[in-house]
């Protein structure tokens, strides 16, 4: 186990930082505000273990263009989460056996979500969730640190 101890910074939502911002903190896990205990469970075991850990919110904030970043107060929390949820790469019966719902139920949501959006497909939802090239949740997303 490593013994030196991990800084973990929780930013807020409408704090203004920027990737140079994040760069300076020379944190080894970062969180928005809000997050769910779980995802900061999440975060403490794999700073714990050594490694990097990125919420996704954060990246999200940092790519995806302001007119989306509105676009995005307009989803539901469920469909937060099914895009969430398609946007790494789930398929519709694995999310709907995840959230308790039907498959089609999944697709209402995923359509409202592309809608509101204006996107077309699960791959300009994961584009527009991780950027281009960039990691998932808590994979050390390096680039940015």
Known sequence: MNSALGIIFILQPNGGFGVKDIQELDADGLLLDGISHSYLVECVNVVAAGRKWVDNNILQHLLIPRSLHQAEHKLTEREKEVADLVSRGLRNKTIA??????????????????????LGSRAELAWAAHGEGADHRGTGNKGLL
């Open 97 to 118: 056996q995840r959230l308790h719902v039907s498959e089609g139920t999944v697709k209402m949501h995923l359509h409202h979500v592309y809608e509101k959006l204006h």
